[in-house]
C-alpha cells in the first residue's frame, strides 16, 4: 500500500463512506481547530509525504514519541507509516553500497564555523 493509498482509506474511515468523501470540507479534525492535514489527498490524487503521516501519528498520540513507537493498532492503516517512512521502499545491496560510498567520499566541511 502506498502512503496516497492509506490517506485515502483513512478519509473513507473517517467520514463512514466512500461516497461521502466528495462532501468533506476537510475544516476540523476530530472537532479540535486544526484543519485536516489529509484534506488535500481524500480523493486519492497528489502525492503526500510520508512525514504528513508522521505528524498526523504526532497528533493522534498527543505529540509523544514514545507512544508513536510503541503502536501497533491494527485497524489504522496509517501504521505501517508511523515512523515518517516508507517500509516498502528499500534500497538494494548495490544502491546502498552506492551511496555509502559517495558519502564517504563527500569533502569534509573544512573552514566552515
Not at 24 to 30: A, P, S, V
Not at 96 to 109: H, I, T
Request: charged share 25%.
Amino acid at each position: 500500500m502506498t502512503p496516497g493509498t492509506a490517506i485515502r482509506k483513512h478519509c473513507v474511515e473517517c467520514v463512514e463512506s466512500p461516497y461521502e468523501i466528495e462532501n468533506c470540507r476537510g475544516d476540523f479534525l476530530y472537532a479540535t481547530e486544526k484543519k485536516c492535514p489529509f484534506y488535500r489527498y481524500r480523493m486519492g490524487k497528489g502525492r503526500p509525504s510520508v512525514k504528513l503521516i508522521r505528524k498526523y501519528c504526532m497528533f493522534c498520540m498527543s505529540g509523544s514519541y514514545q507512544a508513536i513507537n510503541q503502536c501497533n493498532s491494527e485497524t489504522c492503516v496509517l501504521t505501517p507509516f508511523r515512523f515518517g517512512t516508507n517500509p516498502n521502499y528499500q534500497l538494494s545491496d548495490i544502491e546502498r553500497k552506492k551511496r555509502v560510498m559517495r558519502l564517504n567520499n563527500f569533502p569534509k566541511n573544512e573552514g566552515l564555523s
